[in-house]
């Protein structure tokens, strides 16, 4: 009965891990009261990389509301990265897995992802246990930035 009962609470407690960066909130009207609309975020330490910094902290607060994903990405913890209003692609990547691309656009410091088939691809990809790298490459026409990023999803 001992060994029953913990190997219950093992279960529990590694269930409880798993899920343990995700969480369910609420979207609230115009006086700040929940609506019934929800959505799933989870915030992240990662680092990122571009022509200036080298695996400096970052900060990823990912938004999965029922069509669109937002990636805020905070460098050094507190400041929204510059991004610029155009299209870009996403590469992700699994520890046991190929590359993937998300088509996106960067807009008011957000990664924003707005195509179905791109939603699912990267809802899909996201929602397992992993360690990730993420590079975000955002072209405009003086310059090509790219923050390149490491996270785990426990």
């Known amino acids: 009965m001992k060994s029953f009962i913990f190997i219950a609470l093992m ?5 409880t891990s798993l899920n343990a960066q995700w969480s369910n909130k609420y979207f609230v009207d115009d006086f700040g009261d929940p609506t019934n609309e929800s959505y799933k975020t989870m915030v992240v330490d990662g680092t990122f990389s571009n022509i200036i910094e080298t ?7 990912f ?3 029922e069509k669109t994903i937002y990636i805020s990405v905070l460098e050094y913890g507190k400041y ?3 991004f610029s209003g155009e299209e870009g692609i996403i590469a992700i990547k699994a520890s046991n897995s190929q590359n993937r691309t998300i088509k996106c ?3 008011n410091g957000r990664v924003v992802v707005l195509d179905e088939i791109e939603y699912n691809k990267m809802k899909v990809i996201l929602t ?6 993420m590079t975000f490459d955002n ?4 310059s090509n930035s790219s923050y390149n990023c490491s996270f785990n999803i426990k």
């Not at 397992?128 to 790298?133: E, F, L, S, T, V």
């Open 80 to 82: 929204l990265a510059n």
């Open 105 to 107: 656009l960067f807009t």
């Open 63 to 65: 938004v999965f509301s």
């Open 128 to 133: 397992r246990p992993d360690n990730y790298k």
């Open 55 to 61: 695996k400096a902290f970052c900060i990823f607060k």
């Open 139 to 142: 072209p405009n026409e003086y």
């Open 11 to 15: 279960f529990i407690m590694v269930t």
